[in-house]
């Protein structure tokens, strides 16, 4: 029925828009392959054993994953309960609350990395202060750890956000009535219902904290085995072994590609 | 029916051409110069154009081993200023470059900020448990004569170990020293530019470590005589007195 009427207010055969659509869609997908092959086609399994094998390269991925995982830990721990504060609670200025949240993504990360030192750098807001209690954040992993949440969480937390605000409120009042508490409510019908959310913020959250450049050398520098992850080590191999940066680049794209296509598969997939 | 797509596509053909082709203008120079090269070149830039209306030079600044990987890559560039020998003969690998010639040479000093918080008073303080030393990457430049420096100064294991971040190119090391979050650094004198001289304390090094620049045209490149030009320019009084006016010694 919506079919019909649809073609009735757009003269021209269904056909055509297909045609229109599979073209710009496929140029859209072979703009995103292209480079995907660009950098296979320049690896060798050689290579990537090499690579794989090197003690330097070894500690530059496990470091990123430690990085990431615990960016990701701390994200949880502090995104989710901004969201539902930012989907649930009325306070005064949240709307510029919700801003702030999302700034770091359209921030360029090197202004992170910099609006980051200027508040924890050694010389920054509380830099004497995080001194006293023996924190030294710039040039240590946790200032790695630090730069990637920054970067990092804004996604998490908009994508939890959007489900909390999507949740049902009646399932939450049904409960309520059944005489659960707040916290229960929380654990027994809300969570569960924003889980599929959960799962696809997380994957977003550690994809994004894995690739993370910019804000880590700004913030952190580019420290051999305490802030130099994945990232800073392909941009470091670029400028003394190219193809070492590109098997480097191809084994950073490949652990992303699994994590986000074994998430999205999951939750996607209907 | 298609004839509206068509149109439309016509005049998304006609704007990409328009943005694709360059407006009848000066013949872009494309110049890869290290980064501690800056002020010094852009001077040269404003005279150069001066005196050829008919050119515009770009720049790229980047540490030079960034610069020799791009032009190994195949990256179009006339013109290639390095701040070592070592990534000149890797462009020169490229079998690309024509002849290299060096143009100016520097020295190398230590910086700490201004309040020295990591109570650096000589190069021997480098060696010091603690001491947060900043240096440009070991295929930097800047890094590479700096480890030489350290190794002259039979320091190298000790200083070394309190590295805490290698940097691209110079002027990272002059901003993670100026801005108080590194407590030392080694860099080229003509880093400490006006702009940031007055956050940075300079300490001599004695050692004999001479940053020699080398510059070289392309064989490939699309301007050829406005390339040689170039390196002839800088070659010549013109050009030596701007590198001098920044600090740059005679090669």
Redesign the interface.
């Known amino acids: 029925m919506t079919g019909s009427s649809y073609r009735s207010l757009r003269?021209?055969s269904p056909g055509?828009a297909h045609v229109?659509l599979g073209l710009l869609g496929g140029a859209a997908l072979l703009f995103f392959v292209a480079p995907l092959v660009g950098l296979i086609s320049r690896v060798t399994p050689g290579h990537v054993a090499a690579q794989l094998g090197s003690p330097a390269v070894r500690s530059a991925l496990w470091l990123s994953l430690e990085v990431s995982l615990v960016s990701l830990a701390v994200s949880l721990v502090l995104g989710l309960p901004l969201a539902y504060l930012l989907a649930r609670v009325e306070f005064p200025g949240r709307a510029l609350a919700r801003g702030l949240v999302t700034l770091p993504m359209v921030l360029p990360p090197v202004v992170g990395g910099m609006a980051l030192?200027t508040a924890f750098?050694?010389?920054g807001l509380l830099g004497g202060w995080l001194a006293e209690i023996g924190v030294e954040l710039?040039?240590s992993t946790a200032g790695a750890v630090v730069a990637v949440t920054f970067v990092s969480l804004p996604f998490l937390a908009t994508t939890l956000e959007a489900a909390f605000a999507g949740v049902d409120p009646r399932l939450e009042q049904a409960a309520a009535t059944l005489g659960a508490s707040r916290w229960r409510i929380l654990r027994t019908v809300t969570l569960p219902a924003i889980r599929p959310a959960l799962a696809a913020g997380m994957a977003l959250c550690w994809a994004r904290g894995l690739g993370e450049f910019g804000a880590t050398i700004t913030f952190a520098?580019?420290?051999?085995g305490?802030?130099q992850t994945m990232p800073l080590a392909v941009?470091?191999a670029?400028?003394?072994d190219?193809e070492a940066a590109i098997t480097l680049g191809l084994v950073l794209l490949a652990v992303s590609l699994g994590l986000l296509v074994a998430l999205r598969g999951r939750i996607g997939g209907r | 029916m298609l004839a509206p797509v068509n149109g439309r596509l016509r005049v998304l053909c006609v704007v990409m051409l328009a943005l694709g082709c360059s407006p009848k203008g000066p013949s872009e120079l494309k110049v890869s110069a290290a980064m501690s090269l800056r002020e010094a070149f852009t001077e040269f830039e404003a005279e150069f154009e001066g005196r050829h209306p008919e050119v515009d030079v770009v720049y790229n600044f980047a540490g030079s081993q960034t610069l020799s990987a791009q032009i190994v890559e195949g990256a179009q560039v006339d013109v290639f200023a390095s701040a070592d020998d070592v990534q000149m003969q890797r462009a020169i690998g490229s079998g690309r470059m024509r002849k290299a010639q060096v143009f100016a040479t520097s020295r190398l000093v230590l910086i700490t900020p201004d309040d020295n918080p990591g109570k650096v008073m000589d190069a021997g303080d480098l060696a010091r448990p603690g001491v947060r030393l900043v240096l440009g990457g070991p295929t930097s430049p800047t890094g590479a004569y700096a480890r030489e420096a350290l190794a002259q100064l039979g320091i190298s294991e000790m200083a070394l170990a309190n590295v805490v971040s290698n940097e691209e190119n110079v002027r990272g090391v002059v901003g993670k020293v100026a801005s108080g979050e590194a407590d030392a650094g080694i860099v080229y004198a003509t880093d400490v530019t006006p702009a940031v001289a007055a956050k940075l304390r300079t300490i001599e090094l004695k050692v004999s470590v001479t940053p020699r620049y080398e510059v070289a045209a392309l064989k490939d490149n699309l301007h050829p005589p406005l390339a040689r030009m170039f390196v002839d320019e800088l070659m010549g009084l013109g050009g030596q007195a701007t590198l001098a006016r920044h600090g740059f010694l005679p090669p």
Do not use: A
Request: proline share 14%; glycine share 14%; no cysteine.
């Open positions: 003269p021209g055509h229109v030192m750098g050694r010389r710039p040039f520098g580019n420290r051999v305490r802030t941009y470091e670029l400028n003394t190219p």
